[in-house]
Each structure stands twice: as structure tokens, then as C-alpha cells.
């Protein structure tokens, strides 16, 4: 069984400064590791996903994120936020293989408040 | 690409009442499509996967008579609250997986439902 660990539940930041969100995840199976966000009353967007090969993983909006799989993390990163990144993230884990283990496991997310 | 769409985005009924939400994949054909709920400042919780032509697969604690889940085709699920109570009210969310691939699963936008 997988889960994650978002360590901030609310990480208020000013404007043009950098950001990192923090996500841990334990599991007994290799996994794939995503990074959704979601505006208000709104689906989740797919931000940025590792499958495998290099473990640093860019994504939309200037997001990137680096696979560590010593430390089992996956933290997300932009170097200068912007106000309407303004937004709930979440970090999820799925196992490689089916069944059960293909499901997303979602952590409790992070609200991102850009502040002017 | 890899749209999915819900109908309807916002539902108010009264308690008793069933209801009816919609899932479709708009541009791809899915393999597995999941139904989350989401309650207000919490994460996304799964409440069931469901393959098309077979029986949704429940979580635990959450009752199948309660949440009827119909996969008819590869491009549509429909998520039916029966007989409605207040406590059901929450947001739900659906997604869809592509098929062949690495458990990356596509959200829609959400329906808020609010039962009096």
C-alpha cells in the first residue's frame, strides 16, 4: 500500500518569490508520483508527473519537481510565484502495476497563498 | 486532449430525492473511470473505480446501494446519490484513465451538490 505525506498544509509566500511544497510518500512497490493542482470549486489539473528517467520533472506554469528516491520525496518548486498560483495542491502517488496499486493515493494537500 | 466533462457542475435537492451525475471522457476512451469526493478543505477521497461492462469496484465504508455507479461505455460513467441527506452533500469529482497508460487519470471538473 502507498501513501503521502504533504508536510505544509497552508505555505502563504509573497509574490515573485520562490516556493517549495513538500511531499513524502512511503510504498513497498515502485511508483509513479504526480503533482495536481485545484482552483476553487474546480477539478484537479495535472501539473507535472515522474514515470521514470530523470528525476527532475518539469511541468506547466514554471512548476518543476525532483524525484528523491532515498529520501522517498517529491517536492514541488517554482522559482517565482505569481498570484494566481494562488491554489490547492496535491501530491499523489500510484503503484506501476494495477489492481489496487494503479489508484491514486492523494495527500491532504497544500493551500499556496500568493500574497502581493 | 484528455478532456472530461461532468454534468451537472452544481445540484441543490431536497432530502429523499436521487440524483444523478455525469461522467464523460470527451476526446479519448477510458479504461477505468474513478469517482472521488471532496469535502470542504480535505483531499480527495476515492470512493470507487468502475471498468466498463463490469461492476464498480467500492472502497471501504462506502455503501454501494447509496452510490449506484453505471460504466455503459468507454467515454461515460454516471454516479447516482439515492435517496439524498443532507450529509451527502460534498463535491464529487470523476476521472478517467487512458487506456495502456501509467495510471495518469484525467479529472473533470466537479459537481457540488447540496441537499436541503
Known amino acids: 500500500a502507498q501513501s503521502v505525506t504533504q508536510l505544509d498544509s497552508q505555505v502563504p509566500v509573497f509574490e515573485e518569490a520562490p516556493v517549495e511544497l513538500r511531499c513524502n510518500y512511503s510504498?513497498?512497490?515502485?511508483?509513479?508520483l504526480f503533482w495536481y493542482v485545484q482552483y476553487p470549486n474546480q477539478g484537479l489539473q495535472l501539473l507535472l508527473k515522474y514515470l521514470s528517467g530523470s528525476t527532475l520533472v518539469k511541468g506547466i506554469n514554471g512548476f518543476e519537481a525532483e524525484f528523491n528516491k532515498s529520501q522517498t520525496s517529491f517536492h514541488l518548486r517554482k522559482p517565482s510565484v505569481h498570484i494566481s498560483d494562488t491554489a490547492e495542491y496535491f501530491c499523489a502517488v500510484s503503484g506501476l502495476y494495477g489492481g489496487s496499486q494503479g489508484n491514486l493515493i492523494f495527500g491532504k494537500g497544500t493551500k499556496l497563498s500568493v500574497k502581493p | 486532449g484528455a478532456v472530461v466533462s461532468q454534468h451537472p457542475s452544481r445540484v441543490i435537492c431536497k432530502s429523499g430525492t436521487s440524483v444523478k451525475i455525469e461522467c464523460r471522457s470527451l476526446?479519448?476512451?477510458?479504461?477505468?473511470m474513478f469517482w472521488y469526493r471532496q469535502f470542504p478543505k480535505q483531499s480527495l477521497m476515492l470512493m470507487a473505480t468502475?471498468?466498463?461492462?463490469?461492476?464498480?469496484?467500492?472502497e471501504q465504508g462506502v455503501e454501494k446501494d447509496k452510490f449506484l455507479i453505471n460504466h455503459a461505455s468507454l467515454t461515460l460513467s454516471t454516479l447516482t446519490v439515492t435517496s439524498a441527506h443532507p450529509e451527502d452533500s460534498s463535491f464529487y469529482i470523476c476521472?478517467?484513465?487512458?487506456?495502456?497508460?501509467?495510471?495518469?487519470?484525467?479529472f473533470g471538473p466537479g459537481t457540488r451538490l447540496t441537499v436541503l
Open positions: 476521472s478517467a484513465g487512458l487506456i495502456r497508460s501509467y495510471n495518469e487519470q484525467f
Open positions: 510504498s513497498s512497490v515502485s511508483v509513479y
Open positions: 476526446d479519448f476512451q477510458a479504461t477505468t
Open positions: 468502475s471498468n466498463e461492462g463490469s461492476k464498480a469496484t467500492y
